[in-house]
């Protein structure tokens, strides 16, 4: 898998098929989404678009939502699920006033995508007014196919990461890992100095694994500071660590 920063660095590939999203998390719902692009895309490469910021943090800061993934836990998780090319955006003032057509026109001018997947009900561009409806009048002169897919309900509800991110303000860690499709986890990078824009658990005591050790120790939260304890120790470590919650 790839990371590049624009998408001028797309100009290499003939054609693609593509996607855009926050992804925060990579839950069921995505995993979905990314399926049926592989089977879409078949030897064609595919792209994943998304940010390197949560957009709110810049459209409404005082609404940004503590995120289930750090960066670089995402990115893991995509080059998991099997993606050829992530696209990593830095959310600013300028793209959010851009258009979802000069999105797409210049994503175009870079690569000669075929197919673009997205979730129901998303919209991006200006004031999100790129909404199913428009996106699918670009289909014709931009060249293009559209996929819009239905929401993967899990007990009768959408799986959704603000779902998610309620489940673990709640200290629902199962719960939050059966959307998830995996254990929830923590993911901390000492160069992104996560915890702050992290979302944990409620304060208390959790058994948790450390890294690849499958032995479980007993890790204290306390959110408000933000602060985490392993075994009674404050947890140090000059590279990346992921923390994986039981229950």
């Not at 995993?31 to 049926?36: A, H, I, P, R, T």
């Not at 006033?97 to 999105?103: I, P, R």
């Not at 979730?119 to 002169?141: D, Q, R, V």
Request: charged content about 25%.
């Amino acid at each position: 898998m790839k990371v590049l920063s624009s998408f001028s660095e797309l100009r290499s590939l003939q054609t693609a098929v593509c996607t855009i999203g926050n992804f925060d998390g990579i839950h069921l719902g995505h995993l979905f989404l990314f399926e049926k692009m592989r089977k879409i895309a078949g030897s064609d490469p595919t792209v994943v678009i998304t940010f390197s910021n949560h957009p709110l943090e810049i459209l409404y800061p005082e609404k940004a939502p503590k995120l289930i993934s750090s960066i670089q836990h995402k990115l893991a998780l995509f080059k998991s699920v099997d993606v050829d090319y992530v696209v990593l955006l830095e959310f600013t003032e300028k793209l959010a006033k851009e258009t979802y057509v000069e999105f797409l026109e210049n994503l175009k001018n870079c690569v000669n995508f075929t197919h673009l997947i997205l979730g129901k009900g998303s919209a991006f561009g200006k004031k999100k007014e790129g909404t199913e409806e428009n996106i699918k009048k670009l289909c014709e002169p931009l060249g293009f196919k559209v996929h819009y897919l239905e929401n993967l309900p899990i007990d009768e509800k959408a799986v959704s990461s603000g779902r998610i991110r309620n489940c673990i303000k709640e200290g629902k860690i199962s719960e939050a890992s059966q959307l998830l499709s995996r254990p929830y986890s923590i993911y901390l990078d000492p160069l992104e100095a996560p915890l702050e824009k992290l979302l944990l658990p409620p304060a208390g005591q959790y058994p948790v694994y450390i890294g690849e050790e499958k032995t479980p120790k007993k890790a204290v939260i306390i959110p408000s500071y933000p602060y985490i304890m392993i075994e009674g120790k404050a947890l140090s470590s000059s590279s990346p660590i992921e923390i994986t919650f039981l229950g």
